[in-house]
Nanobody, 126 residues
Framework: QVQLVESGGRLVQTGDSLRLACVVS????????VAWFRQAPGQDPEFVAV?????????FYADSVVGRCTISRDDAKNTVYLQMDSLKPEDTARYYC??????????????????RGQGTQVTVSS
């Protein structure tokens, strides 16, 4: 059974930075494609970033976070990170990670991922 646990979310001020972590247990982590999504109350999930497995390394970002976010992975720790800088109030949401075995062309769609975590809340005050 694959499980994902996110951490690192908290209340911050505009312009601050945060690093979120997604720890994965079960399966073979090094083979997974892992994405971060965020969801504000009453809204659909929004893609943030995705990282492929290291056999075909690549990262992709939503336009809204390009230049402000960096996704990375540490296969020795079964962990994917999301470094977020220059945070804005519109970044406020529950952030969750999701994974699948093979990279999908529709990587920015929540429905293509097989497993998801419960999420961690990020709140950015103005």
């Amino acid at each position: 059974q694959v499980q994902l646990v996110e951490s690192g979310g908290r209340l911050v001020q505009t312009g601050d930075s945060l690093r979120l972590a997604c720890v994965v247990s079960g399966g073979t982590f090094s083979l997974y494609t892992v994405a971060w999504f965020r969801q504000a109350p009453g809204q659909d999930p929004e893609f943030v970033a995705v990282i492929r497995s290291n056999d075909t390394p690549a990262t992709f970002y939503a336009d809204s976070v390009v230049g402000r976010c960096t996704i990375s992975r540490d296969d020795a720790k079964n962990t994917v990170y999301l470094q977020m800088d220059s945070l804005k109030p519109e970044d406020t949401a529950r952030y969750y990670c999701a994974l699948r075995r093979y990279f999908h062309s529709r990587y920015d769609k929540d429905e293509v991922y097989v497993y998801r975590g419960q999420g961690t809340q990020v709140t950015v005050s103005s």
